[in-house]
C-alpha cells in the first residue's frame, strides 16, 4: 500500500527556497540584529568594546540558533512529505546550510523533545518508501548550455590592482622621501594583480567554454566529458570559509572528477536546474531507445 504524500508536490527547489525563506534567512538577519547591538551598548554601556561585542555576539549567536533549529523541524516534516526525491533534498539542503546531518533524522542542535525526533524517523521512512527521483522540464533551455568564465569573480583583484596603485603614486607624489617601503609594496600589489588578471583573460579567450552541458553529458574546459549514463551523483562542493572554493563533483562508476567553479558567472541554483533538466532529457532519451 502505497503512502500519499499531503498536499501538492513541490520540487526540491522550491522546498529549499521555502527552508531558507523560514529558517536560513530570518536566521541570519537576527545574527546581524544581534551583532548590531554593539553599537549602542559601547556607546551608554561602562564595559570594556571587547565585551560588549563578545555579549553582542553570542547574543546574536543564540537568537539566531534558537529560531532556526525550531524551525528547521517543521521545515523537516514538511519537506518530506511533499517532495518526491529525498536523496536530492536531502543533498541540496546541505549544500545550502540549512541542515549540518542527514535528512533521516533530526540534528543534535535542532530543539525536539525525543518524542518528536522518533515521530520523525517514523515519517521519514513512511515517505521514503515511494521516494523517486525528480524530473525537471524546462523546453525553454536550448539543446545545450555553454558557461563562461565571468570577470565578476576578479572583483578582489582589481581592488588589489587599485590598492597598488594608490600605494605607488602616493609614494612618487608624496613630499616625504622615505617612502620606500610604501613604493615598494605598492610595485609588489601593482605587479602581483595584473599578473593575476592577465592570466585569467589568457584562460579565458584560450578556452570555448569553461563548462558545458547538453543531453549527453558534462565537459569542463577542454576535458574529455563525462556522460550522463555514467554519472551516479552530481553535487557542489564548498571548501573554505573566509575565502571559499566551490567544485562541481561528478560521482561515476570509475571514479570522482572534481571541477573548480568557483569563476562562474552563475548562481548555483541555476546551474543546479541546468544540471537537472539535462539529466531529465538524458533519461528520457534512454528510456525511449528500449523497445
Not at 616625504?176 to 602581483?192: E, P, S
Request: net charge positive; with cysteine; hydrophobic share 45%.
Amino acid at each position: 500500500m502505497k503512502t500519499k504524500s499531503i498536499g501538492t508536490q513541490v520540487t526540491v527547489a522550491e522546498a529549499i527556497k521555502a527552508g531558507k525563506r523560514k529558517a536560513y534567512w530570518p536566521a541570519l538577519a537576527i545574527f546581524l540584529g544581534g551583532l548590531s547591538l554593539f553599537v549602542p551598548m559601547s556607546m551608554y554601556v561602562n564595559l570594556h568594546p571587547g565585551l560588549c561585542f563578545g555579549f553582542a555576539f553570542l547574543a546574536g549567536t543564540g537568537a539566531s540558533w534558537a529560531w532556526w533549529s525550531y524551525h528547521i523541524v517543521a521545515w523537516r516534516f514538511w519537506a518530506i512529505a511533499h517532495v518526491e526525491d529525498l536523496e536530492k533534498l536531502e543533498l541540496r539542503a546541505r549544500e545550502n546550510d540549512l541542515i549540518h546531518n542527514g535528512l533521516h533524522e533530526i540534528g543534535k542542535l535542532e530543539i525536539a523533545s525525543s518524542e518528536t525526533r522518533t515521530r520523525y524517523r517514523q515519517w521519514y521512512q513512511k515517505y521514503q518508501m515511494n521516494s523517486r527521483k525528480e524530473k525537471v522540464i524546462d523546453p525553454q533551455l536550448p539543446a545545450q548550455i555553454a558557461l563562461n568564465y565571468s570577470w565578476k569573480s576578479q572583483i578582489g583583484t582589481f581592488f588589489l590592482v587599485l590598492g597598488g596603485l594608490f600605494l605607488t603614486i602616493t609614494a612618487l607624489i608624496s613630499p616625504d622621501k622615505n617612502q620606500t617601503k610604501m613604493l615598494w609594496a605598492g610595485i609588489g600589489f601593482l605587479g602581483l594583480g595584473l599578473y593575476l588578471l592577465i592570466r585569467f583573460f589568457l584562460k579565458q579567450v584560450s578556452l570555448p567554454h569553461a563548462l558545458k552541458i547538453t543531453d549527453q553529458g558534462i565537459q569542463f574546459e577542454k576535458k574529455p566529458p563525462v556522460l550522463w549514463e555514467k554519472i551516479s551523483n552530481v553535487k557542489i562542493t564548498k571548501v573554505g570559509y573566509k575565502y571559499p572554493r566551490f567544485y562541481l563533483v561528478i560521482h561515476t562508476d570509475s571514479g570522482i572528477n572534481s571541477w573548480d567553479i568557483t569563476e562562474l558567472d552563475i548562481a548555483h541554483d541555476k546551474l543546479h536546474h541546468y544540471l537537472d533538466v539535462f539529466r531529465t532529457r538524458a533519461e528520457n532519451k534512454y528510456d525511449n531507445l528500449i523497445p
